[in-house]
């Protein structure tokens, strides 16, 4: 670090983490800190499963990234944020001392305590996850017996997963696949218009549904709900939960009653005025979806603010923009919404897909987005390849034209 610049450091190398270190100048010292050596595209990861993706199309170099922006990148685990004192302390036993801090660290999943989840379960969070389940599901294609998944957790991430599951009955691979959802309906954040059409498209599929069930144990060939009913599990997908990595609980800067790490209309924590929180880990005073396109937009405001504050000028309010959204069903359909609005097709996956394209190309490199993305052309040729040839026979053609409708 440079004492004759603001010290600033970002914990966390994410959507919030990488985008608010692009925000900032090198008028200011910035060390990036992350566990995980590459910036993972977690949006895209179900697709894994499916072999649309594979791992080198949805991460990119957090050292390249970060060096881009002018600032350092440290590989490294962060154990402790002291307030106080004003510096974080890492794994390998470096002292960060910082002007500011923003705490962009993400979440991760929790099992609940619920007995064998831990041993038996797959995580369903990171890139690596969707790797180990993406083979998994290989070994047991190739036996003789039909296998059946159970999908702990009917949101987003829960549906997608098992659209791309479904998809691999174009090779031949088939499942009996359940979705076991503690709430009344599947994917409860979002229009109810649409979890009634997922329900009935996954009717001409071996897609069972249990809802306002909970696990109550598993084990490496079954999975026992709250209701007392047994389901054969040749593999277990968990993607339900979300909680604060372990660190930052002792990190004094919530309450015990408190999720997440609370914090104002500026992204500024509400325990400590040089630091900010933005991301999955923010707890704002009118709660968003802990969605990637609000942790960029929150990164973008917590950056900016980071220099304002060390500045000495006012701070800027974090205001949620309105964006549609893509939720995909394999290669069945993909939905939209839009606010209480949903339309359906499968043609929509080439928008979901130039999300993922253009977004990759904006954190690779926010200044000249495409003078350094030249993995961009290896995405775009596989993604062609896998994802929307595939659509362009004249048979898909019809039966997406067909299948377009408005839902709600």
């Known amino acids: 670090m440079n004492p004759s610049r603001p010290r600033v450091v970002i914990v966390g190398g994410n959507f919030a983490g990488l985008v608010a270190a692009s925000r900032l100048s090198d008028d200011h010292d910035v060390t990036v800190v992350d566990a995980r050596i590459d910036f993972e595209w977690t949006p895209n990861i179900h697709e894994i499963l499916s072999g649309v993706k594979t791992r080198s199309n949805v991460v990119l170099s957090r050292a390249e990234c970060v060096e881009r922006y002018g600032h350092t990148f440290l590989h490294d685990t962060v154990t402790r944020i002291d307030p106080d004192n004003e510096h974080v302390l890492t794994e390998s036993g470096l002292v960060l001392p910082f002007d500011a801090c923003l705490i962009a660290a ?13 041993k038996h379960a797959l995580n369903l969070r990171l890139v690596d996850d969707a790797v180990k ?14 296998a059946s998944v159970v999908i702990v957790g009917g949101g987003v991430s829960g549906v997608e997963a098992a659209g791309e599951i479904l998809r691999r009955r174009g090779q031949g691979d088939e499942y009996d696949i359940h979705i076991v959802e503690m709430e009344s309906r599947i994917l409860g954040q979002l229009p109810r218009g649409l979890a009634k059409d997922a329900i ?3 009717e001409a599929h071996p897609v069972t549904v249990h809802t306002e069930e909970t696990v109550e144990k598993l ?15 040749d593999l277990c997908i968990w993607s339900a939960g979300m909680t604060l990595p372990g660190f930052l609980a002792e990190s004094g800067l919530a309450d015990d009653d408190d999720t997440w790490l609370p914090v104002d209309e500026m992204l500024r924590s509400c325990y400590d005025g040089n630091i900010f929180v933005a991301g ?12 990637a396109y609000n942790a960029m937009n929150m990164g973008e405001i917590a950056g900016d603010n980071i220099a304002r504050l060390l500045a ?36 929509l996956a080439t928008g979901k897909e130039a999300v ?11 200044k000249q987005p495409l003078k350094y993305s030249s993995e961009i052309i290896g995405r775009a040729s596989l993604a062609t390849h896998k994802l929307l040839l595939p659509q362009l026979t004249a048979q898909k053609i019809f039966a997406g034209l067909m299948g377009s409708r408005i839902v709600s």
């Open 133 to 146: 389940i993406g083979r998994r599901l290989d070994r047991l294609a190739a036996r003789d017996r039909r």
């Open 280 to 291: 999955d880990c923010a707890e704002l005073p009118e709660p968003v979806r802990k969605q």
């Open 312 to 347: 000495g000028r006012r701070l800027r309010r974090f205001r949620p923009s309105p964006m549609p959204m893509l939720v995909s069903f394999g290669d069945i359909t993909t939905w939209l919404v839009a606010g209480d609005f949903v339309a359906a097709s499968p043609v």
């Open 200 to 202: 009935a498209r996954m």
């Open 106 to 118: 993400g979440s991760q999943r929790q099992t609940y305590g619920v007995e064998g989840a831990d």
């Open 219 to 233: 084990t490496s060939r079954s999975v026992t709900l709250s209701s007392g009913k047994k389901l054969p599990a």
């Open 356 to 366: 993922y394209q253009a977004t990759m190309a904006r954190l690779a490199s926010p």
